[in-house]
């Protein structure tokens, strides 16, 4: 058995730069995010679709990026937690998640915040159900959820123009 | 400790100083660290639950390419285990496994695709061996033995104390309650999976980054399994993707790579996937418990004798705390005069058991507060009022000798009921719909470290200079419970700095003085203190020379607000920066130490240094429930939680911690265990874990819940930081038994078992149909070999906290 596979070459719409990367396609994105592009702040904690951390926006989706090969993206617009700021500015999800205790230990925040990001792009004022619809699928084993909801809300309000 | 004036940083909501770096995914977790030529490592697990090894051909995969090292037990001839009463684990198997998951060997190669495919070619020889599923098959079966130390058998650990003659306070009890309980075992769960790197530096020494809790702890045990110096190894602890107590034992892939990475001289990752994380456990022990429980016809406790049989799982890990810790907190919440507790740890071929948030403490707090429900029914009492009417005094000493300070229970108990409308609800919300309450009571840090020694506890430095700069280093650790966040509160309160202009250097053992690490909810109390008192250290040189530039005594200098000024005349000020600037002039550089040692507990009986605290929390819960009498379903609209916390260090972090119990009590009292099931014979009979994985292993999601109501308690205690008690255990304690007893208002039926699952409740509403005791919980309880017990006397029985004869008793008044 070959132990080097050999590597594919292509690029993805990273964070709205333009970015080519070459990597084993077994890879999935999450591995391809992580090892390939040193974007380490999209985490993981099954690598089976079960625990939502490793959530990125896939041409403004929600996806699991463990669940998805590198292969699968070529040409895709991929946001990860890294783009999710305006330079110093943080988001105002982000900013609502660090005033509001919604990030306790932080490892499940990536994928929260890209996740409730989607909603908000397409739902500015979702319901408490709504938004626990949404993030039904991120395990988050530190906040008992309840702060996070408040700083979704919070978010939304702040995104008012 | 320092607690006057008025309090700028304490007491306010704030961002979390490290905030910024959670949601913008730069917080730097054990499996980001990515440095050059490094390489992966995968372990060989064990799929038997008990086996010997007979014979490891790793020729084919040493010949695979791209893989650098393989290790099997032979590279490792020392035991090591986090307790030194507890030394039984090999890194890789001593030709023996005893859980399936235990590691037999361990590849490195140049990535872990090419360590996966290697473990594939590896071929292990066992011999299979006989195994032991549960704690009653352990007591009838003494031979073979899991391990060749331990009490007897495959026992592990069995005592027996009592305080004052339990037997004679039962007798003399208006009721004696005999209950047996069962507590299924469940497990952390971090999201985060354990990783470690280690690297060798330039000097050939180690330094290993990995996700711990306890930097200090496997800093010690990684020099002996590694037969290395101390002094040549560097342990950081990575800010953790959680812990629960999960993080807090040196872990088999700890030294594995360590060691490859000494051999090999590059740095070692080594990430555990899912399934592994299930095997390394370390989680909730399943106790089954008899509590036998007198008291008289008004509801106050005469006595309570409380058995505990605790499933261990293959090795020893933090089990002989933990079969302390099933016991020795029963005293602390409600008088009770005379106590005995038997206790028996087994050993059993199942991933290890160790401490999980509230380690030990759960399952016998499940069984008396359920207990006490069914003592307030039969009595016809509300439970509330029962409650409140045997809540602990304050600085008072239990029968087992630990020292209470402040208790604020009661208001506890009264604010949640007064919030959930308890009178009106209780008994009268009709069919199907219940509330129930609980309380529980907590350590604020163990008052003794698990290796002897009477050095401090936790240890905090500061530096500060003429740039205005202050820096502390503390060995804490940052595992999401926001302890880096009390730290540099504590200190920014006493130099009147902004906390976000504080760096925090935490978790480092070449860096940072000594803290035990983030376990049994001592950082607050214990580096807080700390902290303060490096702080005042520094406050009085900064003072000192600020007062020579302002013309006033130190004494009457104010630091706030990034200034030092006079209090009475804030207009003679100097900036925090220029003080420091005339202090350095005056004193040449500046630094601080603060320390903390825990108060020497009253106790003086061999064991009796678990349990002493500085300070316990203490909390009180109702719960509300809906439960579907076709499907037994059950849902929680609603839970309200009190906690005595004695002062909010930052009121954000105190409710995430209080909430966060909340949702892991709630998720142990409906749908966590960690089950095992034996494979039919023609498939080996063997034991095998029944659900590692995320998917089938039931854990609440945002949709399962309810909204909380948090009450936070303040009583500042004067053991603490300017008063702060613990927030991140206790809160858990009382949230399974207020859910059975709300069940029990709901349908009239007894669950004495957890997790409370709709099957248990159909078959016990089937049995109220039926006309039998509407009860499911286990039937019986086996004998066990308790020895005989440690007799200590009670402090109002004449006892001076040693051992001491049943006669020696003086008359009761
Ligand atoms: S890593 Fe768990 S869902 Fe992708
Ligand atoms: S904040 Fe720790 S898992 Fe969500």
């Given at each position: 058995?070959?132990?080097?596979?050999?590597?594919?070459?292509?690029?993805?719409?990273?964070?709205?730069?333009?970015?080519?990367?070459?990597?084993?396609?077994?890879?999935?994105?999450?591995?391809?995010?992580?090892?390939?592009?040193?974007?380490?702040?999209?985490?993981?904690g099954c690598e089976l679709g079960e625990c939502g951390a490793c959530a990125v926006l896939i041409d403004g989706e929600p996806h699991l990026s463990c669940l998805v090969l590198g292969v699968e993206c070529e040409g895709r617009r991929i946001e990860t937690v890294e783009g999710l700021a305006d330079g110093a500015e943080l988001h105002p999800l982000q900013a609502a998640f660090?005033?509001?205790?919604?990030?306790?230990?932080?490892?499940?925040?990536?994928?929260?915040?890209?996740?409730?990001?989607?909603?908000?792009?397409?739902?500015?004022?979702?319901?408490?159900?709504?938004?626990?619809?949404?993030?039904?699928?991120?395990?988050?084993?530190?906040?008992?959820y309840q702060q996070i909801f408040e700083a979704i809300e919070e978010a939304a309000v702040r995104m008012k123009p | 400790m320092s607690t006057q004036g008025k309090l700028r940083v304490i007491g306010k909501a704030r961002r979390r100083v490290d905030g910024r770096a959670k949601v913008t995914g730069l917080t730097r977790f054990a499996d980001d660290i990515v440095l050059p030529r490094m390489l992966h490592c995968r372990l060989l697990r064990s799929p038997h639950p008990h086996a010997e090894i007979l014979e490891i051909i790793t020729g084919k995969a040493e010949k695979l390419p791209g893989v650098h090292l393989i290790l099997t037990g032979k590279d490792f001839p020392v035991t090591f285990g986090i307790m030194p009463v507890a030394q039984d684990e090999y890194p890789l198997a001593n030709g023996r496994v005893r859980y399936v998951g235990d590691p037999i060997a361990a590849v490195i190669a140049k990535d872990e695709q090419t360590a996966t495919e290697a473990l594939d070619l590896i071929e292990v020889k066992f011999k299979q061996l006989k195994t032991i599923s549960n704690p009653e098959e352990a007591l009838q079966n003494p031979e073979p033995r899991i391990h060749d130390y331990g009490d007897q058998g495959n026992i592990h650990r069995i005592q027996s104390y009592e305080f004052g003659d339990v037997d004679e306070a039962l007798a003399k009890s208006d009721h004696v309650f005999d209950d047996l309980f069962f507590y299924e075992g469940n497990t952390h769960l971090p999201i985060e999976q354990h990783a470690s790197v280690a690297a060798p530096d330039g000097e050939g020494k180690l330094t290993l980054w990995s996700s711990t809790q306890v930097p200090h702890y496997i800093h010690r045990a990684l020099a002996r399994a590694l037969q290395m110096p101390a002094s040549h190894i560097r342990v950081i602890a990575?800010?953790?993707?959680?812990?629960?107590?999960?993080?807090?034992?040196?872990?088999?892939?700890?030294?594995?790579?360590?060691?490859?990475?000494?051999?090999?001289?590059?740095?070692?990752?080594?990430?555990?996937?899912r399934e592994e994380v299930f095997y390394m456990h370390r989680g909730r022990h399943p106790v089954l418990m008899r509590m036998r429980t007198g008291v008289t016809k008004d509801g106050k406790l005469t006595g309570m004798h409380l058995q505990t049989l605790l499933d261990g799982g293959g090795y020893g890990s933090y089990?002989?705390?933990?079969?302390?810790?099933?016991?020795?907190?029963?005293?602390?919440?409600?008088?009770?005069?005379?106590?005995?507790?038997?206790?028996?740890?087994?050993?059993?071929?199942?991933?290890?058991?160790?401490?999980?948030?509230?380690?030990?403490?759960?399952?016998?707090?499940?069984?008396?507060?359920?207990?006490?429900d069914k003592i307030a029914e039969k009595l016809k009492l509300d439970p509330a009022e029962l409650r409140l009417n045997i809540v602990a005094k304050p600085d008072t000493l239990t029968a087992n000798w630990l020292k209470i300070g402040t208790i604020g229970l009661a208001e506890c108990i009264r604010q949640a009921t007064a919030r959930s409308d308890w009178k009106k609800k209780f008994r009268k919300m009709g069919p199907g719909r219940g509330i129930g309450i609980a309380c529980s009571s907590y350590l604020s840090g163990a008052g003794l470290p698990i290796y002897w020694n009477k050095m401090p506890h936790s240890g905090v430095q500061l530096l500060a200079d003429r740039s205005g700069q202050v820096t502390v280093f503390c060995g804490a650790t940052e595992i999401g419970q926001g302890s880096d966040d009390v730290l540099a509160a504590m200190v920014a309160e006493v130099l009147g700095m902004d906390p976000y202009d504080i760096r925090c250097v935490t978790g480092d053992t070449a860096l940072t003085p000594v803290d035990l690490g983030s376990y049994s909810s001592r950082v607050t109390v214990m580096m807080g203190n700390a902290a303060i008192q490096a702080a005042e250290k520094l406050k009085a040189q900064i003072a000192e020379a600020a007062g020579e530039q302002l013309e006033v005594i130190p004494s009457r200098l104010s630091f706030s607000d990034g200034r030092v000024f006079v209090t009475e005349n804030s207009n003679k000020s100097l900036s925090f920066k220029e003080a420091v600037e005339f202090a350095e002039v005056k004193f040449g550089t500046l630094?601080?130490?603060?320390?903390?040692?825990?108060?020497?507990?009253?106790?003086?009986?061999?064991?009796?240094?678990?349990?002493?605290?500085?300070?316990?929390?203490?909390?009180?819960?109702?719960?509300?429930?809906?439960?579907?009498q076709a499907t037994g379903w059950i849902a929680v609209p609603k839970i309200?939680?009190?906690?005595?916390?004695?002062?909010?260090?930052?009121?954000?972090?105190?409710?995430?911690?209080?909430?966060?119990?909340?949702?892991?009590?709630?998720?142990?009292?409906?749908?966590?265990?960690?089950?095992?099931?034996?494979?039919?014979?023609?498939?080996?009979?063997?034991?095998?874990?029944?659900?590692?994985?995320?998917?089938?292993?039931?854990?609440?999601?945002?949709?399962?819940?309810?909204?909380?109501?948090t009450i936070l308690i303040e009583d500042p205690d004067p053991n603490c930081p300017f008063g702060a008690k613990e927030a991140g255990q206790g809160p858990l304690l009382p949230v399974m038994p207020a859910v059975a007893n709300a069940i029990f208002d709901a349908v009239g039926v007894r669950i004495d078992e957890l997790p409370i699952t709709p099957d248990k409740v159909l078959k016990a509403l089937e049995l109220k149909a039926a006309g039998k005791n509407p009860r499911v919980g286990p039937e019986r309880f086996p004998l066990v070999p308790y020895p005989k017990s440690i007799f200590v006397l009670p402090p109002w029985e004449?006892?001076?906290?040693?051992?001491?004869?049943?006669?020696?008793?003086?008359?009761?008044?």
């Open positions: 058995m070959a132990a080097v596979p050999q590597r594919v070459h292509l690029k993805f719409l990273v964070n709205g730069e333009e970015t080519p990367v070459s990597f084993a396609p077994y890879k999935t994105l999450l591995e391809v995010l992580r090892e390939d592009l040193n974007l380490t702040g999209t985490k993981h660090a005033d509001l205790g919604a990030a306790q230990c932080g490892y499940c925040t990536p994928g929260i915040l890209m996740t409730a990001k989607a909603l908000l792009d397409k739902d500015p004022n979702p319901s408490r159900e709504t938004i626990k619809e949404a993030i039904s699928g991120n395990l988050c084993r530190c906040t008992g | 990575c800010p953790n993707g959680g812990g629960f107590g999960g993080k807090c034992d040196l872990h088999n892939h700890e030294i594995v790579v360590s060691r490859a990475a000494l051999k090999l001289g590059r740095p070692v990752k080594i990430c555990l996937n089990g002989p705390a933990s079969t302390f810790y099933t016991g020795v907190l029963q005293t602390v919440t409600y008088e009770l005069p005379r106590y005995k507790f038997d206790a028996c740890r087994a050993f059993t071929n199942k991933p290890p058991c160790g401490p999980k948030r509230g380690h030990g403490t759960p399952q016998p707090r499940f069984g008396q507060e359920v207990q006490l630094g601080a130490v603060g320390s903390y040692t825990p108060p020497r507990a009253p106790g003086r009986y061999k064991g009796a240094g678990v349990g002493p605290s500085p300070a316990y929390s203490y909390s009180a819960c109702v719960v509300e429930v809906e439960v579907d309200w939680i009190a906690h005595d916390i004695g002062r909010t260090v930052n009121p954000v972090l105190a409710r995430g911690q209080v909430e966060g119990s909340v949702y892991m009590g709630l998720a142990e009292a409906l749908m966590e265990e960690q089950v095992f099931r034996r494979l039919p014979p023609k498939m080996s009979h063997a034991l095998v874990h029944k659900i590692p994985s995320l998917l089938e292993y039931k854990s609440p999601t945002s949709l399962d819940m309810p909204e909380i109501d004449g006892g001076d906290g040693k051992e001491s004869k049943r006669d020696d008793a003086v008359a009761v008044v």
